[in-house]
């Protein structure tokens, strides 16, 4: 039996009163001549022993109201021999951790932090007063707690206010922090309340317990209560581990698919998981997953959205016990149907000998992100190159100098342009009008085998490296890879090994020669490819993997393809926004309003960070309004979804296996509070002894 | 001592005795003996035990046939008032105690037999023992009478026993009896020899005085009771113990009452708080009806 306000207790006096009424009442009856005194003498010995019975019961409901008041106000807990012998271990000097980590935020019904608040509560009611005790709520921002005190409302606020976190935390710290707020204390023995769930990340086992050192300068180990909040609840957790969004080009233009993975933690299969993707606030596709026990499972949604611009949703899956790893944030920069002027080097009226012929099948098919124009070199110059978003120059001779200017000018201001070699293409002429904007400059045309050879098929050249990490070709892995690897080039054009500015070589031949060169001008972006788009100097054009590479060429090209997809940060971590992006951006806000602060990098560049909840934030520029399409999606540590439990020996090998067994103890029925059923107890006292009186 | 306006209302009304009563006084009460007659009332064919004295030879000589002559008498009334002034008469929660009603009471009784030339006694039971004033119908007598009743106190208990022998002694022939008591009697047995009279003939009727304190026991705090006729003390919560008292008392009442309705003894219960006129005129047109009946 424990009490929460012991000195309370003293009202308890207050049950002698009736005796004291008794025994001292001097009060005389006034004396009266009355007539029929035999029937009153008849009648008081016909009710002796009921009355005799009667006063009795009254005393002892007068005594059982005025004892059970002031025990009830004292609020008694009645605790279970085995659980208070645990914890009477003697005055010490005590510090509650409570875990506020993200599995904590598991709920069979009742949160588990509720759980362990309760209990956190209930630690410290039970510390006798001469305990000084302090509180650490340990997160992962957690400083130092303050100084161990007699000031339990102050602890009792803090854990109210405390909230669970959705990153992990390190208990291994908080014991530290806890163990050093108690250094001040006279007492000679120290106690360290463990609040937790105890799964595996929450605790470095490989780390040594915290120690601490008396007066003697002896080191000493703490006396560890463990209050383990999970004993009892099976923690089974799914969680969406990770989420892919790529292009669908074979469903269409503005096609995504977005395939995610979902892992299993619990013993049990989970089937039929429900997976929803969401965009904005309407679901938009639906599916269902098996996952095994402990396993993976991976599911694809795929979603054509009608137009263009910059989307946040979310893929999530039905909740369970810890709803917050069931849903992946993400944002997504959908192209917008681009213009590309295709400019016709080389016209033929035979159309498959036409040089732009394949260019234009490619663009015009199903999937295309590119709405092409077809022109000829001399309509083509004169067309007002600000209405498109990319040109391609197919086998074009070098422009005049004042298109050639013009083209400088488009591609500066965030144009694409594509070049492909050819007959037309005079390299020294490129060179000096075109020289800065392509990334290499020409040299020669290398033939590599004449078309008609009878050994054509072997001399002729083939791509070797292909940089498949380039968002331009990475689709082209696996069996998609085969299509691009067996084309075959006749001639091409051989590059300088140096150019105006940065180039990048993505694909070469097998002669070491570059096929494939992308280069940024600017805000825009070239490819320049040298050998010929058409069945000229190569098949290329016939081969399964033009069409695709065209549709990349033509999204890469408008800067749609890639770049957004690395705006992502996670909670716990700070993510550095791009140099573009960083320029007006000053902070974020994360969903439940809270602000992120940023950070000024000596690069220049932002620093958002650390977030500390997952979900959608909204990148703010100094003045505290939202950057259009700048939203960062923010997702959980995956380690957290983890909840498995840490094993009883591996708790008693690190907290002592003393500690383990009465934590296992004080798992059993919970503290009773009494003060209730005394107030009840009371009022039912006093119900009857007026009933009594009345009588 | 009476109420001038009990008084008043009595005047009109005409005390009448249950029965024929034996007597010489002629007035309004009728004997039930023939014999000693002022007033031919019938014939009689002789029977064996007749006396012969009245036979009428007139009437042998007309029917040759023996007839007794038959007379009707008018007699008058001995009514005696029997008053309890024990210690518990004196008992007062109200305007008046139990004696002084019934005082009241048989003072009026008293005045009206005189009224009519009828004799009234007196026998009072008080300080444990019995006095008497014997039955007369002289106006004197009524004023003798009622200052005995003034000078009577309240005291000693009440030899309800004695009283009804020393009555029974001295009553001859039918008598009409009026008992004025509380009857808080424990024995019972003053009660039982107050109904034994009827046995012998008298027309008897019971006074039954009662204070609204005994009958509605009306204390809150503890309280000392004190007896009124000795030493007895008791001290006791009213609150308590009321209703097992009440239902004690209402049984004595109810007893008492079956008692006198079993031995053809009128019952009336007097609450020493109601008036008193109500009380004689329901006494009275009773006594009116009953006779009668007969």
């Known amino acids: ?19 004291l009424v008794h025994l001292f009442d001097r009060r005389r009856p006034r004396p009266v001549p009355f007539a029929s005194l035999s029937f009153v003498l008849r009648s008081q010995k016909r009710s002796a022993s009921r009355l005799k019975l009667r006063r009795l019961l009254v005393y002892l409901l007068r005594t059982t109201v005025l004892l059970a008041l002031p025990l009830a106000l004292a609020r008694p807990e009645w605790k279970s021999e085995s659980v208070a012998g645990a914890l009477a271990q003697g005055p010490a000097a005590t510090a509650l951790v409570l875990d506020a980590s993200l599995s904590l935020r598991f709920s069979d019904g009742k949160p588990l932090f509720e759980k362990a608040r309760a209990r956190a509560r209930d630690a410290l009611a039970r510390l006798s007063p001469e305990e000084p005790a302090t509180v650490v709520v340990c997160t992962r921002e957690a400083g130092a707690p303050p100084p161990a005190g007699f000031d339990r409302a102050r602890l009792r606020n803090l854990l109210d206010e405390a909230k669970p976190t959705y990153a992990s935390v390190e208990l291994n710290r908080c014991l530290e922090q806890a163990l050093r707020a108690l250094d001040d204390s006279p007492l000679p023995a120290r106690r360290l309340v463990v609040v ?19 007066a003697a300068g002896v080191v000493q180990r703490p006396e560890f209560q463990l209050e383990d909040v999970a004993r009892d609840v099976a923690l089974s957790n799914r969680a969406l581990v990770d989420l892919k969004v790529l292009p669908a080009v074979q469903v269409g233009p503005r096609a995504f698919q977005f395939t995610f993975t979902v892992r299993n933690f619990s013993d049990a299969a989970a089937k039929d998981v429900q997976a929803t993707l969401k965009v904005g606030s309407q679901v938009v596709a639906k599916g269902f997953v098996d996952v095994p026990a402990h ?60 040089e732009a012929f394949f260019v234009d099948a490619a663009l015009t098919a199903q999937g295309s992100p590119a709405r092409p124009a077809l022109r000829d070199v001399d309509a083509a110059f004169r067309e007002d190159l600000s209405a498109y978003d990319e040109i391609f120059l197919l086998n074009v001779p070098a422009p005049p100098e004042d298109v050639a200017a013009k ?149 890469w090209l408008a800067g749609s393809l890639d770049e957004r997809e690395a705006l992502h940060g996670r909670v716990g971590e700070t993510l550095a926004l791009p140099a573009e992006a960083s320029a007006k951006a000053a902070s974020a806000e994360s969903p439940s309003g809270e602000t992120v602060p940023g950070q000024r990098l000596d690069s220049g560049a932002l620093a958002l960070g650390p977030f500390v909840e997952p979900g959608h934030h909204a990148v703010l520029d100094s003045g505290g309004k939202p950057l259009p399409g700048m939203v960062v999606p923010v997702t959980l540590e995956a380690g957290e979804s983890d909840l498995s439990r840490l094993g009883e020996d591996a708790l008693s090998a690190w907290f002592g296996e003393a500690s383990v067994k009465a934590a296992a103890a004080s798992a059993g029925p919970s503290p009773v509070p009494l003060w209730s059923w005394l107030l009840v107890v009371a009022a039912v006292a006093f119900f009857l002894e007026g009933l009594l009186l009345r009588k | 001592m009476l109420d001038a306006r009990t008084l008043s209302r009595l005047a009109g009304a005409r005390l009448r005795a249950r029965a024929l009563m034996e007597g ?135 030899d309800m026993v004695a009283a009804v022998d020393l009555l029974a002694e001295r009553a001859s022939g039918r008598s009409f009896v ?85 031995a053809d003894v009128s019952y009336e219960r007097v609450r020493t708080d109601e008036p008193l006129d109500p009380v004689l005129l329901r006494f009275l047109s009773l006594r009116s009806r009953r006779r009668g009946r007969r």
């Open chain 1, 1 to 19: 039996m424990t009490f929460a306000h012991p000195w309370m207790l003293l009202g308890a006096l207050a049950a002698l009163i009736p005796l």
């Open chain 1, 196 to 214: 937790s769930d105890f799964t595996q990340g929450s605790l470095r086992l490989e780390a040594s317990a915290p120690t601490w050192k008396d």
């Open chain 1, 295 to 354: 396993g993976t499972a991976q599911k694809t949604l795929t979603h054509r959205f009608e137009e263009g611009g910059s989307v946040v949703g979310e893929v999530a899956l039905s909740p369970d016990g810890l709803a917050e790893d069931d849903v992946r944030p993400f944002t997504l920069e959908v192209p917008r149907e681009l213009r590309a002027l295709v400019v016709n080097g080389q016209p033929n009226p035979t159309r498959y000998r036409d």
């Open chain 1, 407 to 555: 083209l400088r000018e488009f591609v500066e201001a965030g144009g694409g342009l594509f070049v492909s070699a050819g007959d037309q293409v005079d390299p020294d002429a490129w060179n000096v009008r075109m020289g800065p904007l392509l990334p290499r400059p020409l040299r020669v045309v290398r033939t590599a085998a004449g078309r008609d050879d009878p050994d054509a098929d072997a001399r002729a050249e083939r791509f070797a490296q292909v940089d498949d990490r380039h968002p331009l070709l990475s689709p082209f892995t696996g069996e998609a890879r085969e299509g691009l690897m067996s084309s075959r080039f006749f001639k091409y054009a051989l590059l300088e090994a140096a150019g105006a500015g940065e180039a990048q070589v993505l694909a070469h031949f097998r002669d070491g020669a570059p096929a494939l060169v992308a280069a940024r001008r600017g805000k825009g972006r070239v490819l320049l490819f040298t050998s010929t788009v058409d069945r000229d100097w190569s098949d290329f054009s016939i081969r399964t993997s033009f069409l695709p590479l065209m549709h990349r060429t033509a999204a």
């Open chain 2, 24 to 158: 010489v006084l002629s007035g309004l009460h009728k004997s039930p003996h023939q014999g000693q007659s002022v007033e031919f009332a019938e014939h009689k064919e002789y029977a064996p035990g007749d006396e012969l004295r009245h036979l009428d030879w007139k009437a042998y000589g007309k029917f040759d046939r023996y007839y007794v002559k038959r007379f009707e008498h008018e007699t008058n009334l001995r009514g005696h008032l029997v008053v309890d002034a024990s210690g518990s008469m004196g008992f007062n929660s109200h305007a008046l105690s139990k004696l002084e009603v019934a005082k009241a009471l048989a003072g009026a009784l008293a005045y009206l037999l005189v009224r009519q030339q009828d004799a009234a006694g007196l026998t009072v039971m008080t300080g444990g023992h019995v006095a008497e004033l014997p039955a007369r119908a002289a106006a004197g007598h009524l004023n003798a009478l009622l200052s005995r009743l003034e000078e009577l106190p309240a005291q000693g208990e009440a």
């Open chain 2, 178 to 262: 009026a008992v004025f008591s509380d009857l808080l009697d424990e024995s019972g047995v003053g009660l039982q020899r107050v109904l034994q009279l009827r046995a012998r003939k008298h027309d008897v009727a019971v006074f039954h005085l009662v204070d609204p304190a005994e009958l509605e026991f009306p204390y809150e705090d503890p309280t000392l009771f004190l007896s009124m006729e000795g030493d007895a003390r008791m001290e006791v919560n009213p609150r308590e113990i009321r209703e097992s008292y009440l239902e004690e008392f209402n049984a004595f009442l109810e007893s008492t009452r079956r008692a006198c309705a079993e």
